[in-house]
């Protein structure tokens, strides 16, 4: 599981509480994402993170903000939660590979259910 | 915009048949393939991938057939077994890593 938790696990809200994930690490990994999971649309990145303090956005990064203060947390925020962000969230890192036939695997947490009523 | 087309979106196959789903994409500018395996209550875990330079990759029963100038990849599982049954996520990526997936296949396997 490369050592990938994220917490809480289920998380039910209201309609415009703030809201914050985290995705914790333990093998020092430097890139780090979060993608939300809906039927029929796979998954979708929101955010990554290439390094501490360094991050960019994803395709559906609206109403989201992240923020990665050390390398083993990436904390993925709701500022003002809508029903549209009922979803299944994931964490996950990057590992390099080594050689000329390498492939940059990617890892996923066990995921966090959110429902925003 | 769909990058990333995936289909079927559902798949139902007997024990030992071949299950086969296909994807397609548009940017030219990706170069890594990985197919992804989810079950359920779980993230979803990498099974195989590819890179362009190779047109295919076998790895035990699953095999990834890659078509560069079709811009069309799949994945095939030889003597598919119940414990197959899972949804199935194509990915592509540039080398920035971010990964674009298709919608997803629901394969159910049975006995």
């Known amino acids: 599981d490369a050592g990938i938790t994220q917490s809480p696990r289920h998380k039910v809200t209201e309609t415009g509480t703030p809201v914050t994930l985290r995705c914790h690490q333990t093998?020092?990994?430097?890139?780090m994402y979060w993608y939300r999971q809906d039927p029929g649309h796979g998954l979708r990145l929101i955010h990554y993170?290439?390094?501490?303090?360094?991050?960019d956005k994803g395709e559906v990064s609206d109403g989201y903000s992240v923020s990665r203060s050390k390398t083993e947390d990436f904390l993925l925020t709701l500022e003002s939660a809508t029903s549209s962000q009922t979803s299944v969230y994931f964490c996950?890192?990057?590992?390099?590979?080594?050689?000329?036939?390498?492939?940059?695997?990617?890892?996923f947490g066990p995921g966090t259910r959110l429902t925003v009523l | 915009q769909q990058q990333v087309k995936q289909s079927p979106q559902s798949l139902i196959v007997q024990k030992g048949g071949i299950s086969i789903i296909n994807c397609a994409y548009e940017n030219t500018a990706f170069d890594y393939f990985p197919w992804y395996q989810q079950f359920p209550g779980k993230g979803p875990a990498l099974l195989i991938a590819?890179?362009?330079?190779?047109s295919e990759k076998k790895e035990g029963r699953f095999t990834i057939s890659f078509n560069k100038s079709a811009k069309q990849f799949s994945l095939h599982i030889m003597d598919s077994q119940p414990g197959d049954s899972a949804t199935y996520f194509c990915a592509a990526s540039e080398d920035t890593g971010k990964l674009i997936f298709g919608q997803g296949t629901t394969l159910q396997v049975k006995p």
């Open positions: 993170s290439y390094g501490v303090k360094d991050t």
């Open positions: 093998e020092n990994h430097r890139y």
């Open positions: 996950a890192i990057r590992q390099g590979g080594k050689g000329p036939f390498s492939t940059d695997t990617q890892y």
């Open positions: 590819i890179r362009p330079d190779v």
